[in-house]
């Protein structure tokens, strides 16, 4: 949402003082060009912090989804790793917490200066050409002098546009990269504590295994100790 204000336009009478503070039309052209550039600039650079948006929604919408699989893997390990483990987790759900205060800096309605509509500086444009020629102050053709004139008007609402609008951009693109890099941050934290949940179960299933496969042989020769004692017993038997 957008909330500001549109700069209002004072009267020929009140600006007659003001004409010719730039004599050549070229420079005043080349100062409307500037001035409608910078203002153009900070637009663009708002626009792409809205369409940055649903991105960074998308990204909470798999953190909600991946946070909910980590508690259950934390009863599968104890002592220090799953302390290490549930660190990672507090850590990844400060990082989200941090990072949806961020977006909601961003998404919240923003003061806009704009300039003056074009219906106003048409208006405008009438009232300067009908007080010329009923006053004659003028340094040059009417048309000409009303250009210069309008150039002048742009060239102020323009560069009080983009001074005002330029903090409150700078502001929200700083918010949408920190909200982004702490929900970077996040899933990182998340990454590295299943991998030390699942290292740490890896090892001890393979310590598990290993230690069947060392008992094994031992199991052997124990039946073939005891199958040798029962054949002994069993010939002495026959015997008597």
Known sequence: MVTGT????????????????????????????FAATAYKEQ??????????????????????????????HLSFVDGIPRFAASALYVGAMASFVLAFAYFW???????????????????????????YESTGKREKP?????????????????????????PVVEKRLAARSRSILLLLAGFAF????????????????????????????QTERHNRAESAVASKGNAGAARR
Do not use: C
Request: proline content about 5%.
């Open 43 to 72: 637009n663009d650079l708002d626009e792409s912090v809205w369409r940055a948006m649903p991105f960074i929604a998308a990204l909470f919408g798999l953190a909600v989804t991946v946070i909910r699989f980590v508690p259950p």
């Open 6 to 33: 549109t700069r209002k336009l004072k009267h020929p009478m009140e600006t007659s003082g003001e004409v010719a503070k730039f004599s050549i039309s070229e420079s005043l052209k080349l100062l409307h060009e």
């Open 142 to 166: 009417i048309d000409f002098q009303v250009a210069d004139d309008l150039r002048r008007l742009m060239i102020d609402q323009l560069g009080n546009a983009t001074e005002t609008n330029r």
């Open 105 to 131: 800096m961003v998404a919240l309605p923003r003061y806009f200066e704009t300039p003056a509509k074009t219906v106003e500086i048409r208006d405008h444009a009438a009232a300067l050409t009908i007080w």
């Open 190 to 217: 998340i990454s590295f504590s299943e991998m030390l949940m699942f290292s740490v179960n890896e090892l001890e299933f393979g310590s598990v295994v290993n230690g069947h496969a060392s008992a094994t042989p």
